[in-house]
């Protein structure tokens, strides 16, 4: 027998993975961040600040939760994927004129309409916040569905 036919599907090894990824895209989605801001001297406007500060606790959080492994730990890391997603859903809607600009937070500094990096004519940094946000929420949901309840 192989050790995944071995793994129960409410064992904490079957959530370990899934939390592992999220981490890890936390990490990535970190380092982007700061890269384009710190490196490619992109300044960060405030609606990008709001989502840097419900991602940099994921990178802390979760580890912390995996090494020893916590069956809490979606309890209390989903909440700040879940704010950062709408922080991030709210942004991408403003830059598209879908919110009207009265309802705008960036008054001072770098206005959060302004479009710094678009890759492949659509892929903006706002939306690369908001795929990441999805994939660690996605992550974890699929993590607290191994676990025995």
Known sequence: MSQNSLRQPGAPDAAWMPLFLAWLLSCVAILGALFM????KIP???LCWYQ???MFPLAILLPLGLFPFDRRVVRYTLPLALVGWLVAV??????YGVIPPSLQPCTQGVPCTDIQIEWLGFVTIPLLSLLSF?????????????MDK
């Open 44 to 46: 960060p406007c405030s």
């Open 90 to 95: 709210f942004h991408l809607l403003l830059m």
């Open 134 to 146: 999805s994939i660690i929420i996605a992550l974890l949901i699929r993590a607290h569905s191994r």
């Open 52 to 54: 840097r500060v419900f």
């Open 37 to 40: 801001s710190e490196v490619v």
